[in-house]
T-cell receptor
């Protein structure tokens, strides 16, 4: 199967600080990436996406960076809030495999008030 | 709310039972999915339906049987499950298969 993993299983940050969650992927043919947030008792929620023709994309308080050279994806959350506490995972889409998404195992982010 | 609902939210069943999970999407999407989420494992894609036709079946045991009667509804019929099938079962939908999926809240299944 595809290797989509996260460097750290858990991350704790102080409220107001910036958070960085990383994701590595192995297939250079991956052309579309998504970050999801999953809160306890809920399904994954779309945060932001990026296509392989871009290096950076910004949303509200979130930025995704894509480094295709080292097959690395990161999610940056600015001014982290207690409501950001959740599991975050990345998903990659490889266009030549029938458009199936491959998901990482997730990083658990805890925001300390 | 994501526009994808799942019922029931929790289900406990014995290994000889037959039950069904239901998913409904109110987004007008044309693709629907079933995923299995186990602790500390990546989401596992089980089935994909596009325009009500099954397009993906990732070597899922026959004790799981999907049904997609129309583009808004998706079922997962369960029979003679094993304890290792206990997990969170997530339904998702998308407009086409190449863009982001919207997930329901999941059904927490426990097989005893």
């Amino acid at each position: 199967g595809e290797s989509v993993g996260l460097h750290l299983p858990t991350l704790s940050v102080q409220e107001g600080d910036n958070s960085i969650i990383n994701c590595a992927y192995s297939n250079s043919a991956s052309d579309y990436f998504i970050w999801y947030k999953q809160e306890s008792g809920k399904g994954p929620q779309f945060i932001i996406d990026i296509r392989s023709n871009m290096d950076k994309r910004q949303g509200q308080r979130v930025t995704v960076l894509l480094n295709k050279t080292v097959k690395h994806l990161s999610l940056q959350i600015a001014a982290t809030q207690p409501g950001d506490s959740a599991v975050y995972f990345c998903a990659e889409n490889i266009g030549n495999t029938g458009n199936q998404f491959y998901f990482g195992t997730g990083t658990s982010l805890t925001v300390i008030p | 709310e994501t526009g994808v609902t799942q019922t029931p939210r929790h289900l406990v069943m014995g290994m000889t039972n037959k039950k069904s999970l239901k998913c409904e999407q109110h987004l007008g999407h044309n693709a629907m999915y079933w995923y299995k989420q186990s602790a500390k494992k990546p989401l596992e894609l089980m089935f994909v339906y596009s325009l009500e036709e099954r397009v993906e079946n990732n070597s899922v045991p026959s004790r799981f049987s999907p049904e997609c009667p129309n583009s808004s509804h998706l079922f997962l019929h369960l029979h003679t499950l094993q304890p290792e099938d206990s997990a969170l079962y997530l339904c998702a939908s998308s407009q086409d298969q190449t863009i982001e999926q919207y997930f329901g809240p999941g059904t927490r299944l426990t097989v005893t």
